[in-house]
């Protein structure tokens, strides 16, 4: 069996060497890389290719959550874990799954399941049904050239729909056409196609 392959992520070194001892104890784990900060922990990612990016966390607000989520992780584990919490976690996310600590993974299930509206078709009387959905890419981020393809529609078409939107809106800009679809719920997650 292939030992999974960890990059450690953390600013306190004796965590980092506490890690890196546990693992490399293990016969089904390999630490391959340390980094100390964000920007290295990218960097060696990129070079080294881990299976696995361990970055304990003491953040468990939610905003804290939905940002690694979105920004990709596959888990969320506190730094109070204890070392089964931390291995069960790296072997979940090696073979494929999503883990959270207990604690986390009852407000992920609290956040999707509290009774929330759901996002009417109309959150903007005012759009079209074509505006509304340019105004969720937009508020993901797409560029105009990005929605043109995406959309099938031409860049001037494009154009002329984000300028009603704003019009519509009464935003002077893309920043302020943003700012008040994610106020409404739309954008979130960017979405293939």
Not at 81 to 99: D, K, M, T, Y
Not at 115 to 124: L, N
Not at 142 to 149: D, F, H, L, P
């Amino acid at each position: 069996m292939d030992r999974i392959r960890v990059l450690i992520a953390d600013d306190h070194p004796l965590f980092r060497e506490g890690l890196h001892g546990l693992l490399d104890s293990l016969a089904d784990t390999e630490v391959v890389g340390e980094a100390t900060t964000g920007a290295e922990a990218i960097q060696q990612a990129k070079s080294l290719q881990p299976d696995v990016i361990l970055m304990v966390t003491m953040l468990e607000d939610d905003e804290s959550v939905f940002a690694a989520m979105r920004a990709g992780a596959r888990g969320y584990v506190l730094k109070g874990a204890n070392q089964a919490e931390i291995l069960r976690a790296i072997r979940a996310v090696a073979s494929g799954e999503a883990i959270f600590s207990p604690g986390i993974a009852q407000r992920v299930l609290g956040f999707f399941a509290a009774a929330r509206p759901t996002i009417p078709s109309r959150v903007f009387p005012e759009l079209s049904e074509r505006e509304t959905e340019l105004l969720a890419l937009i508020a993901q981020g797409r560029t105009n050239q990005e929605i043109a393809e995406q959309l099938g529609l031409t860049l001037k078409t494009v154009r002329n729909h984000v300028s009603n939107i704003f019009s519509k809106l009464q935003v002077a800009d893309r920043a302020q056409a943003v700012i008040r679809a994610r106020e409404a719920g739309l954008g979130y997650g960017k979405t293939e196609g």
